[in-house]
């Protein structure tokens, strides 16, 4: 906890743009802290990739100081190549925050869109437009930190017994 409340680190993990988004809670009341993406170029080694998403989440958590991290599950993929590259991706994410000995919660995708939206099929726009509405934010934010501060709501909605409590990884 800051002085202010409860600080959640939402990550939706990409090799190409990983989304960060930090969300404070205190009460009712939610803020956004910081968010942005994580972008890395087509020309770069995978390997490079990799590391710029573990350097990134670290920088972010040395900024904002949350206290847990929300990351999206793991879902059904038919790609195999796709699958495994996000999983390495994920397990990056997932191995940054360790290091940094922040627990982990993870999410399905239908469980975010339910808590924002109240509907588990909702499609990313409406979750957008509940990520800015719940903010606060008056522009748009871009689709992977907007999934990445969705993802924060999602655990500080389950943590105040909203969305239904949750174990860390």
């Not at 924002?116 to 903010?135: D, N, P, S, Y």
Request: hydrophobic share 45%; charged share 20%; glycine share 10%.
């Amino acid at each position: 906890m800051t002085a202010a409340g409860t600080r959640v680190l939402g990550i939706d993990t990409s090799l190409r743009c990983t989304g960060l988004g930090v969300v404070e809670a205190h009460g009712s009341m939610l803020k956004a802290v910081d968010f942005g993406c994580l972008k890395t170029k087509p020309t770069w080694l995978h390997s490079m990739c990799l590391k710029h998403i573990a350097d990134g989440i670290r920088t972010m958590v040395a900024s904002t100081s949350p206290q847990c991290v929300s990351i999206e599950g793991a879902f059904f993929c038919k790609n195999i190549k796709t699958a495994m590259v996000l999983g390495e991706a994920r397990g990056v994410a997932i191995a940054a925050c360790a290091e940094l000995g922040l627990p982990v919660y993870e999410y399905a995708p239908r469980r975010v869109k339910q808590a924002l939206t109240g509907v588990g099929g909702a499609e990313k726009h409406q979750v957008m437009k509940m990520v800015m509405r719940l903010l606060g934010l008056d522009e748009e934010v871009q689709q992977d930190a907007s999934d990445a501060l969705a993802l924060a709501i999602c655990h500080l909605q389950s943590a105040r017994g909203l969305a239904g409590q949750q174990e860390p990884i």
